[in-house]
């Protein structure tokens, strides 16, 4: 049982290339969600999916697209990237006791 | 509205000294979860405890232990005895129930250095 995964690691981007950050999970949660932490800013929500094929923004979805075609996977797609969006991002799924488990994050650098 | 404040923003102690890590919420739901979070240096993410807001009876977890005060809207977490491991940054978080975790409001947590 591996939990939440998430590839790549470490990605570096130049401004304008586009990229797709995986996320999996195993436990057959219907929630997952995107989020990225910031210095300062705490983990604030990208965009979150409450099943396979629904999908709804959350606090700072700009710059970014998300699908759920299968329960296991929730890809998060940076259609051309900025160097706002050097963060670090982290996927979690969670089931109805709202209990969030994370993925081990991407650590991404736009320049 | 939900608000969840963590006010220490760093706490130094020294290893097997005690330390609570203080989290006060707001919020008008009147079901809630209250979560607390660990985020070791290595950068990921660990689930702690969820305690329901219908519960207010105090955990213990071996060293760890939390401190559930409705009247006081704050949810504490006291490490007993700390050791150099429990280094890390600490986040209270605060969820509507039956929300599937999407609306859950982090703290802006707490960083915890035990030096040996």
Request: aromatic letters at 14%; glycine letters at 8%.
């Amino acid at each position: 049982n591996a939990g939440v995964t998430q590839t790549p690691k470490f990605q570096v981007l130049k401004t304008g290339q586009s990229m797709t950050l995986q996320c999996a999970q195993d436990m057959n949660h219907e929630y997952m969600s995107w989020y990225r932490q910031d210095p300062g800013m705490g983990l604030r929500l990208i965009h979150y999916s409450v099943g396979a094929g629904i999908t709804d923004q959350g606090e700072v979805p700009n710059g970014y697209n998300v699908s759920r075609s299968t329960t296991e996977d929730f890809p998060l797609r940076l259609l051309s990237a900025a160097p706002s969006q050097t963060s670090v991002y982290f996927c979690a799924s969670s089931d109805r006791s709202d209990t969030q488990y994370f993925g081990p994050g991407t650590r991404l650098t736009v320049l | 509205a939900q608000k969840v404040t963590q006010a220490q923003t760093e706490i130094s102690v020294v290893e097997k000294e005690d330390v609570t890590l203080d989290c006060v919420y707001e919020t008008r739901d009147t079901t809630y979860y209250l979560f607390w979070y660990k985020q070791p240096p290595s950068g990921e993410l660990v689930f702690l405890i969820r305690r329901n807001s219908f519960d207010e009876q105090n955990e213990i977890s071996g060293r760890y232990s939390w401190n559930f005060q409705k009247s006081t809207s704050s949810f504490n977490f006291t490490i007993t005895a700390s050791q150099v491991v429990d280094s890390a940054v600490y986040f209270c978080a605060l969820s509507p129930t039956y929300t599937g975790g999407f609306k859950t409001i982090f703290g802006a947590g707490t960083r915890l250095f035990v030096k040996a």
